[in-house]
């Protein structure tokens, strides 16, 4: 299992936890773009893949016992 933890002083908590069209955390450049988009939980694959076509990052740290196991 990889582990990925990231820092950045620019990181934010979005209204992701509540909606598909922004992630749980991101991180844009100064110039607006979306840098690293931070999904919790277990996203739907058509979540992942709208993400992976907005940011140049994707994150998932997944959660939820044996159903995140097979993340």
Known sequence: ??????AHEHLEM???L???DEPDIWHKSLGGELEVWVALGLPS????RQSC???SKVIVYSYGGRT???W
């Open 14 to 16: 979005t209204k992701g």
């Open 1 to 6: 299992m990889t582990q990925t933890l990231i």
């Open 68 to 70: 995140a196991e097979m």
């Open 53 to 55: 076509g907005k940011a």
């Open 18 to 20: 509540s909606t598909d």
């Open 45 to 48: 694959e058509e979540v992942v």
